[in-house]
């Protein structure tokens, strides 16, 4: 059976993602939970009578968004059409899966690229860990990294870009 804090950092997981029902068997326990909205309702059900476990849900406010607010979400489409018009030639790396980036093949050593950074189509690039296996991520294409889009541990989605690459 999982631990509290393991619960915990799924259901973190879960509301952080765009997935809308989460389900998850081990050993005769279940863990179930489905989004209603923007609240996240964990289901615990056990095969075997165990400790019993306090959940304690953190509360979800949704507050109407204010002036400032409102002004910021207007800048950002103008910026992400300029974006995407200068991005128009560069290709792009993306994650063949839902899992965490790393940068880097372990903590203390370099990171696999940078912006700069010459690649060739079978150039490791990153890590994306997804359920404790590390799968070593391709540049699939010739060129130089241009912009690097998630940061090292960040939780990323199937087909979430990763890289920009200047093609050769």
């Known amino acids: 059976m999982l631990k509290v804090q393991e619960i915990r950092e799924l259901i973190k997981l879960v509301d952080q993602s765009s997935i809308d029902e989460f389900v998850y068997e081990n050993e005769g326990s279940k863990i179930q939970m489905k989004k209603a909205g923007s609240v996240t309702v964990p289901t615990v059900q056990q095969a075997v009578p165990a400790a019993p476990v306090e959940y304690q849900p ?30 128009a030639n560069l290709h792009k790396i993306t994650s063949p899966m ?15 690229v940078s912006v700069g950074s010459k690649v060739s189509n079978d150039s490791i690039v990153c890590i994306v860990e997804a359920m404790k296996l590390f799968n070593e991520i391709e540049a699939e294409v010739n060129g130089e990294i241009v912009e690097v889009l998630v940061k090292n541990g960040q939780l990323v989605e199937y087909g979430q870009p990763l890289f920009l690459v200047k093609p050769e």
């Open 58 to 87: 953190v509360p979800v406010q949704v507050a109407a968004p204010q002036a400032p607010a409102a002004e910021v979400k207007q800048e950002a489409p103008k910026a992400e059409l300029t974006v995407e018009a200068d991005t």
């Open 98 to 112: 839902v899992g965490t980036f790393y940068a880097s093949p372990s903590p203390d050593a370099d990171v696999y």
